[in-house]
């Protein structure tokens, strides 16, 4: 599959609120211009010298200010600068002067659930199908990226770089171009110089992080591993379910928001008392052990660290605690915390049907609705003998569940803009994504968690936007067979019975390919899985 990747990477720091210290009044502001007029690169950088040079006394000064000089998509820069130089400077000949602000990140079986199937019938259409995205690049900013994921491996099915393409893969911490960078990951940049102006050196003391294109977090290895090609596709966030909460709101891009496929871990529970329900969790081994509510654990009832009692340990030690999140409105994350603080077994976190997925918690946690959890409760306090649980191994179940369905946490519309606009623009499967992970980020990035794994389930709007992006570049590298088909068509119905003429608009052997094939795409699958919110 010729795909290509461009990785324009920044630290995970990077992304962290940007605090100021009392010693210093100057922060990072970027300098927007507008549009380039066809500068090069080095004499837009510069005119963008001069400019800075206005608000300084020292030419000097400018010089060791500015961090960035844009000169590519648009015209601007980005540098260190007070509340009285970024009031000078909007005065000048600029469009806008604004504060560099945080961005956070909004933390298969997916493609098939979209109708991009390469398990059937490979040998007629998989070739086919391998072709799209021939010759897309894909830029993606995000933490970085483990360039010795599978995921990324140079294979036989990959072309020639595109000509095009005029990147580098830059040489930084653990991480060689000569190994890191292939035909599929094309280029790999890292940038820290925004930050570190504002918070001090980039620590790296004990693989914290890298000074180089290298992932230590997991989401941009994991959103990375699931795209497939792009224009502008942003994620919609994951403050929802409340309206207004949609960011990425401008209408020229494409606005992403999170949603189910119809894959499912159902895990049997069965009580002392022979009654079964099933949850979802991601358990390997079967569990057999005690089980207490949370009452008897936390001094409220409520699982969180904070409710810890003397008497905690000995209460949940080596036992399976029922949770609510109704009780203190904690999550399942943090239930799965506060109960192996308190040196439990397991988690049953019991939660409305509308915020029920399954995750991985660092502890056993098997997700149930909350009907179900009050007959669990139920069972505990009317029980004449301890009560007792027992936990099957998850099973993976699909195509048996409604699917999609918007996630609880994606952001809603409408846009902060104009109410008009409508966003977000598209849902795509965001919830339990299965993707590359690196080894040296634990499943649950808690410091706890000693686990490693190369592979890992996330969820989210982050990973609901590569899949987008995936599909944008297929249409957009399939358009001008697409195009080609058309204009085919119409020359043949137009001069039909004029064999010379329609032989001349006979289509390329590569348009053949896709007329005889066309059947195998399920076109009608990408328009019935994905739905506009």
């Keep these: ?92 000949e600029v469009i806008s002067v604004f504060r560099s602000r945080m961005l956070e990140l909004h933390t298969t079986r997916s493609w098939d659930f979209m109708g991009l199937n390469l398990h059937i019938q490979m040998e007629q259409s998989a070739g086919m199908q391998l072709k799209f995205g021939d010759d897309i690049v ?80 997991g989401h941009g290895t994991h959103t990375a591993s699931t795209a497939l090609g792009v224009p502008v596709v942003f994620s919609a966030g994951n403050d929802g379910p409340d309206a207004g909460t949609v960011q990425n709101v401008s209408p020229w891009v494409i606005t992403v928001a999170a949603s189910t496929i119809d894959r499912r871990f159902p895990t049997v529970i069965t009580l002392g008392n022979n009654v079964s329900l099933v949850g979802e969790s991601f358990n390997v081994n079967d569990t057999k052990t005690r089980l207490v509510e949370s009452g008897s654990v936390f001094a409220d009832g409520s699982c969180s660290l904070d409710q810890l009692t003397n008497g905690s340990h000995s209460a949940a030690s080596g036992k399976v605690v029922l949770c609510f999140s109704t009780m203190g409105m904690v999550s399942g994350g943090v239930a799965a915390l506060a109960v192996y603080a308190a040196g439990g ?9 509308s ?30 003998r301890p009560p007792t649980v027992r936990i099957s191994r998850s099973r993976t179940l699909i195509g048996r569940s409604p699917a999609p369905a918007v996630a609880y946490f994606s952001s809603r519309g409408p846009s902060s803009i104009s109410p008009y606009i409508l966003k977000p623009d598209i849902t795509a499967p965001g919830v339990n994504i299965l993707a590359a992970w690196p080894p040296k980020s634990s499943p649950t990035v808690i410091p706890l968690d000693k686990r490693s794994v190369t592979w890992n389930f996330d969820s989210g709007t982050s990973m609901s936007c590569p899949h987008v992006s995936g599909i944008v570049a297929v249409v957009r590298s399939v358009g001008a067979l697409l195009i080609e088909m058309c204009s085919a068509a119409s020359i043949w119905g137009s001069e039909q019975g004029n064999f010379s003429k329609a032989r001349q608009a006979r289509p390329s052997q590569e348009t053949q390919v896709v007329l005889d094939q066309v059947k195998h795409l399920q076109i009608g699958q990408f328009e019935n899985r994905i739905v506009t919110v």
């Design 355 to 384: 915020r029920r997925s399954t995750q991985d918690n660092l502890l056993l946690t098997v997700h149930v609705d909350l009907r179900q959890g009050t007959r669990i409760l139920d069972y505990i306090r009317s029980s004449s």
């Design 345 to 353: 077994a397991g988690v049953i976190f019991a939660e409305t049907i």
């Design 1 to 92: 599959m010729a795909v290509f990747l461009l990785l324009l990477i920044v630290s995970f720091l990077s992304f962290y609120p940007i605090q100021a210290t009392q010693e210093s009044h100057s922060h990072v502001h970027i300098v927007y211009l507008g549009h380039n007029d066809g500068l090069n690169a080095s004499l837009a950088a510069k005119v963008h010298l001069q400019l800075l040079s206005r608000v300084f006394t020292d030419p000097d000064e400018a010089r060791d200010a500015i961090l960035y000089s844009y000169s590519y998509g648009f015209s601007g820069f980005a540098a260190l600068l007070n509340s009285t130089q970024a009031a000078k400077l909007s005065a000048e």
């Design 138 to 217: 894909v830029g993606i900013l995000d933490t970085g990226v483990w360039p010795e994921s599978q995921s990324f491996r140079d294979d036989s099915h990959l072309g020639d770089i595109p000509s095009s393409w005029h990147g580098t893969c830059v040489a930084g911490e653990e991480f060689d171009p000569a190994t890191a960078c292939n035909r599929k990951l094309i280029g790999a940049r890292y940038y820290l110089a925004g930050f570190e102006s504002e918070v001090g050196p980039l620590n790296t003391s004990g693989g914290a992080e890298y000074r180089s294109p290298r992932d230590r977090v």
